[in-house]
C-alpha cells in the first residue's frame, strides 16, 4: 500500500452508507464507522471532507450504490466499483467469522487498498448508456418475476382467465420497454452501430444484441481473450497432476441480463447452436474446439472467440 494514501471502503444499503477505511480511521472511537444516509445532500457533504483523488471503493448492489459513484466520479475521486463474489471470497481468505455493514466496509477498503493497481476505475459512461443499461435491468427483473408468477398460476384453473389478462397485460409492458429501449439506441450513434453489427449475427435479435451493446460499449477490451474472461465463458481448470478435472465455467460476468444475452442465447449449447453464426474464416478454429473433444464450456469459450475475432462484437 502507498504511503499517505487513504482508502476507503463504503458498504452500501438502500437507505445508509457505512464508511470505512484503510489504515483504519482512529477518529472513530472504539471501531465505530461512520455511516450516513445514502441521500444525495449527506453524500456530497461527506465528500467535500475528503482529499481531491480520494480512492473510494464500494460492491455493486444493482442500483442502490449508482448515486454514490457518480457522486464521488463528479467530485474528482478515484471510484471502484467491485464484484461483491471477489470481496466475498477475500474476506474468506481473511478469516472473517461474522459480517456486518462495518465489517463489509472494512473488507472492501482493505480490498482496494491491496488491488487498486490492478482494478479497473469506473466511469459513467453517458447519460444514454447508463438509462439504456437501468432500463434493460428493469426489464429483466420483470421478465424474471413474470416467470415465477406465471408458474406458480400454473394448472391453477380458477385463476385461468386472470392468467391469460395478466400476460397479455405484461406483453404490452415488455413492448413498451422494448420500444423505449429501441428508442435510446437510436439516439446514440455508437450504440446504433454496434448494434447493428451485433444484429448481423444468426439468432441475435433486437433483445440481445442491445443487451451486449449497452454492457460492451461500457468497456475497452484489450484483446479477444479479455472479451471472454469478462463474459463469464471462461473455463475454470481444475487440473492437478495427471489429473484433468472437468471444466466449468466462471460465470463472471457482472449482469444477469448480459450474461444471460449471450450464454442463454447464442452459446448455451455451442456444439450445434454456433453453426452458422461464425465467420467462415473462423469455422476452422471452432472445429478444432469440437475435432479435440472440448466439453461444452471450452467449446463456448471458443465459440465467443470465433465471433469476436469476426469483429461482430
Same mark, same amino acid.
Given at each position: 500500500?502507498?504511503?499517505?494514501?487513504?482508502?476507503?471502503?463504503?458498504?452500501?444499503?438502500?437507505?445508509?452508507?457505512?464508511?470505512?477505511?484503510?489504515?483504519?480511521?482512529?477518529?472513530?472511537?472504539?471501531?465505530?464507522?461512520?455511516?450516513?444516509?445514502?441521500?444525495?445532500?449527506?453524500?456530497?457533504?461527506?465528500?467535500?471532507?475528503?482529499?481531491?483523488?480520494?480512492?473510494?471503493?464500494?460492491?455493486?448492489?444493482?442500483?442502490?450504490?449508482?448515486?454514490?459513484?457518480?457522486?464521488?466520479?463528479?467530485?474528482?475521486?478515484?471510484?471502484?466499483?467491485?464484484?461483491?463474489?471477489?470481496?466475498?471470497?477475500?474476506?474468506?481468505?481473511?478469516?472473517? !467469522?461474522?459480517?456486518?455493514?462495518?465489517?463489509? =466496509?472494512?473488507?472492501?477498503?482493505?480490498?482496494?487498498?491491496?488491488?487498486?493497481?490492478?482494478?479497473?476505475?469506473?466511469?459513467?459512461?453517458?447519460?444514454?448508456?447508463?438509462?439504456?443499461?437501468?432500463?434493460?435491468?428493469?426489464?429483466?427483473?420483470?421478465?424474471?418475476?413474470?416467470?415465477?408468477?406465471?408458474?406458480?398460476?400454473?394448472?391453477?384453473?380458477?385463476?385461468?382467465?386472470?392468467? =391469460?389478462?395478466?400476460?397479455?397485460?405484461?406483453?404490452?409492458?415488455?413492448?413498451?420497454?422494448?420500444?423505449?429501449?429501441?428508442?435510446?439506441?437510436?439516439?446514440?450513434?455508437?450504440?446504433?452501430? !454496434?448494434?447493428?453489427?451485433?444484429?448481423?449475427?444468426?439468432?441475435?435479435?433486437?433483445?440481445?444484441?442491445?443487451?451486449?451493446?449497452?454492457?460492451?460499449?461500457?468497456?475497452?477490451?484489450?484483446?479477444?481473450?479479455?472479451?471472454?474472461?469478462?463474459?463469464?465463458?471462461?473455463?475454470?481448470?481444475?487440473?492437478?497432476?495427471?489429473?484433468?478435472? !472437468?471444466?466449468?465455467?466462471?460465470?463472471?460476468?457482472?449482469? !444477469?441480463?448480459?450474461?444471460? =444475452?449471450?450464454?442463454?442465447?447464442?452459446?448455451?449449447?455451442?456444439?450445434?447452436?454456433?453453426?452458422?453464426?461464425?465467420?467462415?474464416?473462423?469455422?476452422?478454429?471452432?472445429?478444432?474446439?469440437?475435432?479435440?473433444?472440448?466439453?461444452? =464450456?471450452?467449446?463456448?469459450?471458443?465459440?465467443?472467440?470465433?465471433?469476436?475475432?469476426?469483429?461482430?462484437?
Amino acid at each position: 500500500m502507498q504511503d499517505g494514501i487513504v482508502f476507503t471502503g463504503v458498504d452500501v444499503g438502500k437507505a445508509e452508507l457505512v464508511v470505512a477505511r484503510q489504515p483504519s480511521d482512529r477518529q472513530q472511537p472504539n471501531g465505530q464507522k461512520l455511516r450516513l444516509p445514502n441521500t444525495d445532500s449527506s453524500i456530497l457533504k461527506w465528500l467535500r471532507t475528503l482529499p481531491p483523488g480520494s480512492h473510494i471503493a464500494m460492491e455493486s448492489t444493482g442500483r442502490y450504490h449508482q448515486r454514490l459513484a457518480l457522486l464521488a466520479y463528479q467530485a474528482g475521486m478515484k471510484v471502484y466499483v467491485l464484484n461483491a463474489r471477489d470481496v466475498h471470497f477475500y474476506a474468506k481468505a481473511l478469516g472473517m !467469522r461474522g459480517k456486518t455493514d462495518p465489517s463489509d =466496509a472494512l473488507v472492501i477498503a482493505r480490498y482496494v487498498a491491496e488491488h487498486h493497481e490492478k482494478l479497473r476505475l469506473w466511469g459513467p459512461g453517458t447519460p444514454e448508456q447508463r438509462r439504456l443499461i437501468e432500463m434493460l435491468r428493469r426489464r429483466a427483473a420483470i421478465e424474471r418475476h413474470l416467470s415465477a408468477i406465471d408458474d406458480s398460476l400454473e394448472d391453477v384453473v380458477d385463476l385461468a382467465r386472470q392468467k =391469460a389478462s395478466m400476460a397479455r397485460y405484461a406483453a404490452k409492458l415488455l413492448a413498451t420497454i422494448d420500444a423505449k429501449i429501441q428508442a435510446l439506441i437510436a439516439s446514440d450513434v455508437d450504440l446504433f452501430e !454496434r448494434q447493428q453489427r451485433l444484429q448481423t449475427i444468426a439468432g441475435v435479435g433486437p433483445q440481445i444484441s442491445a443487451v451486449l451493446a449497452a454492457v460492451l460499449s461500457r468497456n475497452e477490451f484489450a484483446n479477444v481473450g479479455a472479451v471472454i474472461a469478462y463474459s463469464g465463458l471462461d473455463p475454470r481448470p481444475n487440473d492437478s497432476g495427471n489429473k484433468r478435472g !472437468r471444466r466449468a465455467l466462471s460465470n463472471a460476468w457482472p449482469g !444477469r441480463a448480459a450474461q444471460d =444475452a449471450l450464454a442463454g442465447r447464442v452459446l448455451s449449447q455451442p456444439q450445434q447452436g454456433l453453426q452458422g453464426r461464425v465467420p467462415v474464416d473462423q469455422e476452422p478454429r471452432l472445429q478444432r474446439h469440437r475435432g479435440a473433444g472440448d466439453p461444452g =464450456a471450452q467449446a463456448a469459450e471458443g465459440g465467443l472467440g470465433c465471433l469476436a475475432h469476426g469483429n461482430t462484437i
